[in-house]
């Protein structure tokens, strides 16, 4: 018999789509209280899913494998699990969909001139001459590019190129475009054929130079911390726009707020920052030339019912011996 232990909330028709998987199974089920595992509790189970706390080994001796409920990893690698033999697999892919469609919202919101929209409503005005203020920049022709091209850089690339833009993406190896994670059916970009160019990661500057609009879905590791800098920003043209749905400390945010005072970029779109929630003594509050949101562009309400479908996937195949979807590689940090 199997013991898996899920501290995520899942209803019930969801724990029964897991048992579904093999009749040998134990599930169990529990709430940690502030998602942290407790320093005086053990676990015999074999499989944990986890929303965010683990065991350290010696409080799980039997355990194997770890799934999580969120894409990023990062916060496992000061954990003792990370330095085990214990396998994790995380939950890439099944954001694509609601994370590609928030970061075209944001190429959309900065095409046509949508916070201008709010401004002149809130001060009831009716400016003139308003077809200059609100002149829009037609997306088809644009050049999108797209920092790091997993699930959802390529359903990205797939809804931009239905506007007519030219895509662009940047990846950690150019020369294997083709998508080997966990993707949902009919979506995306599996083979990698979209892009009109994929550059290698060494030659970002020069992709970033030929960008209108960049979008960030890279996630957080030692390589990518702070990857866009000052050098980075003054590559940019100055009336490209930037969306981060990756990670916020992928950017460093002096230097953002910097390029965006300075005008070495145009705007920014942020969902993500190095400091969360946002300080409120954070210029970026106030800057006219930036869209706020609070971590929000990976929430769906099919988040959970995907989550689920990808855990039972990978249940099959653990209990089948077969490869896992979505094994994090340490030495890559995701």
């Known amino acids: 018999m199997t013991h898996i232990l899920i501290t995520a909330n899942f209803p019930t028709h969801l724990l029964d789509k897991i048992r579904t998987v093999s009749s040998q199974i134990k599930l169990e089920q529990i709430t940690l209280p502030d998602g ?8 015999q189970a074999s499989i944990f899913y986890t929303i965010n706390g683990v065991p350290r080994p010696e409080q799980a001796l039997n355990l194997r494998w770890i799934q999580t409920h969120f894409a ?9 699990v990370w330095h085990s033999d214990i396998l994790i697999t995380s939950a890439s892919g099944i954001h694509a969909p609601n994370m590609a469609q928030y970061a075209m919202t944001q190429l959309l919101a900065w095409a046509h001139r949508v916070p201008k929209w709010f401004s002149y409503k809130e001060r009831k005005e009716w400016p003139r001459p308003r077809w200059d ?14 920092v790091g091209y997993g699930s959802i850089g390529r359903e990205l690339a797939r809804l931009a190129k239905g506007f007519g833009m030219k895509v662009l993406a940047s990846k950690r190896d150019a020369r ?35 960008c209108d609009y960049v979008v960030i879905t890279l996630p957080l590791t030692a390589k990518t911390q702070h990857l866009f800098d000052e050098p980075t920003f003054r590559k940019m043209k100055p009336t490209a726009y930037l969306v981060n749905v990756g990670r916020g400390g992928i950017i460093n945010e ?3 707020i910097k390029a965006l005072k300075k005008g070495w970029i145009a705007g920014a779109g942020l969902d ?3 400091t969360e929630p946002l ?39 653990y209990l089948a011996g077969e490869p896992l979807l979505n094994l994090v590689e340490r030495e890559r940090g995701y």
Do not use: C
């Open 36 to 43: 942290r595992w407790p320093t005086d509790k053990t676990t």
């Open 72 to 80: 990023g990893v990062e916060h496992l690698q000061e954990t003792a």
């Open 133 to 146: 203020i609100f002149l829009p920049d037609e997306l088809r022709g644009r050049t999108l590019g797209i």
């Open 176 to 210: 294997h475009p083709e998508d080997n994670g966990y993707t949902l059916p009919g979506i995306g970009d599996p083979l990698g054929q979209l892009p009109d160019r994929i550059y290698p990661g060494e030659a970002l500057h020069s992709m970033l130079a030929e």
């Open 254 to 256: 002096k230097d953002l």
């Open 272 to 274: 993500v920052f190095e």
């Open 279 to 317: 300080p409120a003594d954070s210029p970026l509050w106030n800057m006219d030339n930036v869209i706020l949101t609070p971590h929000i562009s990976g929430f769906t309400s099919h988040y959970d019912d995907r989550a689920v479908d990808l855990f039972a996937e990978n249940l099959r195949r």
